[in-house]
């Protein structure tokens, strides 16, 4: 069990506006004054801009939805690390299970995206989990497994420096959560899949990015092994997201 503060990452998804945006940021800088964690929102690339600006002088750290594996070049629509760290952003989701299924990602693209982000200084999240069909075959281990193996050996000695987040994609946006016990077991094979690959396993955060809400936040964060949450629909709700706040601690 690590003494790390705990990290609270919001995924707004392909939502927002930049009247709600104001809005909510707003709302949630002034209620997060007192946090015990780190927080983050993770925005469209859209609203980088704006939120760079409106979280100035205040904790929240700002993150971004996707990056390019390139450094630049004729990559029409794509996003390099060197232009997300010109907005200050910290951190940059990738493999997140929607881009995996929707916009086919596999394991090493993944992998190498994770590294482009490590080459700027910005903290890659590194998204892995089974669907419902490999959960009930019982390939959980398996899948997480190999899709963080990917990003080890890719990164190497990098690796300690990567935030992970455990989502079981039969839990996104479904209501339907894995129980504190389920995600704190993937979390403890997670954790001991770290130690086998770098000596500084403990410094890497560990998110579970199933439905976490307010009102399962407190049990889930009591695990010894979930380092905070990734969170989707609660982080567009300013009470519901400073309530998970609240509870990482």
């Known amino acids: 069990m690590t003494t790390k503060k705990k990290l609270i990452a919001g995924n707004w998804k392909m ?3 930049v009247a709600a945006n104001d809005a909510l940021v ?3 800088i002034a209620g997060m004054k ?4 780190t927080v983050a929102v993770c ?4 609203y980088l801009s704006q939120l760079q600006v409106l979280r100035h002088g205040s904790s929240l750290e700002l993150g971004a939805q996707d990056v390019s594996k390139h450094e630049q070049g004729a990559y029409t629509g794509e996003v390099s690390a060197l232009m997300l760290k010109d907005f200050g952003v910290r ?3 990738v493999g997140h299970s929607e881009r995996r299924q929707y916009h086919g990602e596999g394991d090493q693209l993944v992998a190498d995206k994770a590294k482009a982000a490590l080459a700027h200084g910005i903290t890659p999240i590194v998204c892995v989990g089974e669907t419902l069909a490999e959960r009930e075959a019982g390939r959980t281990e398996e899948v997480v497994k190999r899709q963080l193996a990917a990003v080890i050996h890719t990164n190497g000695h990098c690796i300690s ?3 992970v987040a455990y989502e079981p994609v039969w839990a996104i946006g479904t209501g339907r959560t894995a129980t504190p016990e389920q995600a704190q077991q993937v979390h403890a094979r997670l954790r001991a899949q770290l130690q086998a690959a770098t000596p500084h396993a403990d410094r890497v955060h560990i998110l579970y990015g199933g439905s976490m809400n307010a009102a399962n936040a407190a049990t889930l964060l009591a695990q010894p092994d979930i380092d905070g949450g990734l969170i989707g629909g609660a982080s567009l709700k300013a009470p519901d997201f400073l309530q998970i706040i609240s509870a990482a601690r």
């Open 15 to 17: 939502n927002g506006g």
């Open 26 to 28: 707003r709302a949630v």
């Open 91 to 93: 951190y940059v989701i």
């Open 43 to 46: 925005v469209p690339a859209p």
């Open 34 to 37: 007192d946090a015990a964690c």
């Open 161 to 163: 420096e990567i935030v």
